[in-house]
């Protein structure tokens, strides 16, 4: 029996997949456990990102890369004629039959949980609930919209966490973020609460920083 691909390249292929997704795993943990001010734990890991991808997929592909041609050598192998003890040719042991860890079942599997790890930061909304405060009577001229800039957030599950953050507050109207802008709208009834009350809130559940606030209309 060959070699099964090395497990220690699998291993660091598939912590090296859920390291990538880390900086967005990170904020669906802390919203759905309601743990505060963990979600920018791991913001540090999103500029390796492209680099975590990139060995996870090598890594990978050396691995089947390794068990492909091993059960190919194996095959050839076992049906090649061997030797009696009488002298005469007899045929082939046989292919025997792998362990799981050795099985292209195992391997595919790794593949594909490494594959979700990947993609997480794409659908990693679909964690979060949407809030939205309705039935709220707010006079026009208290209807404030600001604008925050946060550092911290790296991906989609990030401005779904900061969304949820605002949107949750009973004087928030609307909120929308832009990782990669790396802001907030929020739009709020001022006589209810403020903006620096507002932002406040977001560095104490999500963990970003607020750097800068300004009301915009």
């Known amino acids: ?27 669906v943990i802390a919203a759905v456990a309601s743990v505060s001010g963990i979600a920018a734990s791991f913001s540090w890991l999103e ?11 090598l890594v990978l592909g050396f691995a089947w890369y390794q068990h492909i041609k091993n059960r190919r050598a194996e095959l050839e192998c076992d049906c090649e004629p061997v ?5 005469k040719v007899g045929p082939g042991r046989g292919v025997d039959k792998p362990s799981f860890l050795q099985s292209t079942k195992f391997l595919g599997i790794i593949t594909v949980f490494a594959g979700f790890m ?4 794409y659908y990693s909304g679909v964690f979060f609930s949407e809030t939205v405060n309705v039935g709220v009577e707010v006079s026009r001229e208290n209807i404030v919209e600001a604008r925050l800039e946060i550092d911290g957030m790296t991906c989609d599950g990030c401005e779904h966490h900061v969304n949820q953050s605002l949107a949750e507050q ?48």
């Open 1 to 27: 029996m060959g070699k099964n691909p090395n497990k220690s390249l699998i291993g660091a292929g598939v912590l090296a997949a859920i390291a990538s997704s880390l900086c967005c795993i990170v904020p």
């Open 47 to 57: 500029p390796a990102r492209p680099f975590l991808i990139g060995f996870t997929i």
């Open 83 to 87: 030797q009696l003890p009488d002298g």
């Open 118 to 121: 990947l993609a997480f930061p």
């Open 170 to 217: 009973e004087a928030v109207l609307e909120a929308s973020s832009s990782y990669k802008e790396g802001i907030a709208i929020v739009k709020y009834d001022k006589s209810r609460t403020s903006l620096k009350a507002l932002s406040k809130v977001v560095e104490t559940e999500t963990g970003y920083t607020v750097t800068h606030q300004e009301i915009i209309n």
